[in-house]
């Protein structure tokens, strides 16, 4: 069988990838180049070369970087803990970088009875954390049915689509112009650096 891209006898820059976008793009760029990773964003161009160091730098889907980091593809790369946590990627997590700081958090119509989460047993939720969140309520033992929805999750309940959601938090401004309110929290995540498996083991013997 075809080994994993890390164990191939490839002969290639070091790769790190960033997200291309999003709350996390802009701060992790920044914190590549204080590192000296030097690079010029090119409108679309999805990769840039830091001749200084020999390093390929991705610009990918944050959702895409856990795997992709897993996989070998990319050696290192910043992502979300809560992309690693739903992804399940097997990477090493290196050091939480204290930006993207935000919560996955349970939130039911301001206006409803809900007030706590075994509320929620034999109801749905929508959320674009579906792995994350189905965990979640398996752990308490509820029935709780999640609906995937990538965008404008805040929806789902004034559609009567869903009973509340499972979704990111910062300032919580967002729930409460959508008539929303957090009844719990699943985890709290931040920009992580993150390696492919047996990275830092190499980098400790060399």
């Given at each position: 069988p075809p080994r994993p891209l890390h164990e191939a006898a490839v002969t290639r820059p070091?790769?790190?990838?960033?997200?291309?976008?999003?709350?996390?793009?802009?701060?992790?760029?920044?914190?590549a180049r204080a590192a000296g990773v030097e690079v010029d964003v090119n409108g679309r161009a999805l990769h840039a070369h830091?001749?200084?160091?020999?390093?390929?730098?991705?610009?990918?889907?944050?959702?895409?970087?856990?795997?992709?980091?897993?996989?070998?593809?990319?050696?290192?790369?910043?992502?979300?803990?809560?992309?690693?946590?739903?992804?399940?990627?097997?990477?090493?997590?290196l050091v939480p970088l204290g930006f993207g700081r935000c919560a996955l958090e349970v939130a039911v119509p301001a206006d409803g009875e809900v007030d706590r989460v075994a509320a929620l047993d034999g109801g749905r939720v929508a959320t674009a954390h579906p792995r994350t969140a189905a965990a979640f309520f398996a752990a308490r033992g509820l029935a709780v049915e999640t609906v995937p929805i990538r965008g404008s999750v805040e929806l789902a309940p004034r559609l009567d689509a869903a009973d509340g959601i499972v979704d990111l938090v910062s300032s919580g401004d967002t729930l409460r112009q959508n008539g929303l309110r957090s009844i719990a929290t699943?985890?709290?995540?931040?920009?992580?650096?993150?390696?492919?498996?047996?990275?830092?083991?190499?980098?400790?013997a060399v």
């Open positions: 070091f790769r790190l990838a960033l997200p291309s976008k999003g709350r996390l793009h802009a701060p992790a760029l920044e914190l830091c001749s200084r160091w020999d390093i390929e730098v991705l610009f990918a889907r944050a959702d895409d970087i856990p795997a992709w980091t897993a996989d070998g593809a990319v050696d290192a790369a910043v992502a979300g803990q809560d992309q690693i946590v739903e992804s399940g990627a097997a990477v090493e997590e699943v985890l709290e995540s931040q920009a992580t650096l993150v390696a492919r498996r047996g990275l830092a083991d190499r980098a400790q």
